[in-house]
Nanobody, 119 residues
Framework: QVRLVESGGGLVQYGGSLRLSCVAS????????MGWFRQAPGKQRELVAS?????????TDSVKGRFTISRDNAKNTWTWYLEMNSLKPEDTAVYYC???????????WGQGTQVTVSS
């Protein structure tokens, strides 16, 4: 089955940067876009960035200009990244990756990676 493993989270100060990684396994061929989601305490999980297999990206308004989603183009590697710059306390959340179908998460969730931004 598909397995998603996120890493790279941590504690950073306001204005700092982090790079999250997502390694997916359990499939050989993929045409689904990949997304990064986040869930802050007491809030619903939201999609913050996505990238298609052609490299087209989208971002939610609150992270535009600060976050960059990318993928590893090496053959037979399913790895995606989320570069986060100019971090704000409101970016504090558990971050998850997932494949997308019709804009929604497609696979079972991984454990996520905690991002905490101190003011």
């Amino acid at each position: 089955q598909v397995r998603l493993v996120e890493s790279g989270g941590g504690l950073v100060q306001y204005g700092g940067s982090l790079r999250l990684s997502c390694v997916a396994s359990g499939f050989i061929f993929n045409t689904n876009p990949m997304g990064w989601f986040r869930q802050a305490p007491g809030k619903q999980r939201e999609l913050v960035a996505s990238i298609t297999t052609y490299g087209s990206t989208t971002y939610t308004d609150s992270v535009k200009g600060r976050f960059t989603i990318s993928r590893d183009n090496a053959k037979n590697t399913w790895t995606w990244y989320l570069e986060m710059n100019s971090l704000k306390p409101e970016d504090t959340a558990v971050y998850y990756c997932n494949r997308l179908r019709d804009g929604r998460a497609y696979d079972a969730w991984g454990q996520g990676t905690q991002v905490t931004v101190s003011s």
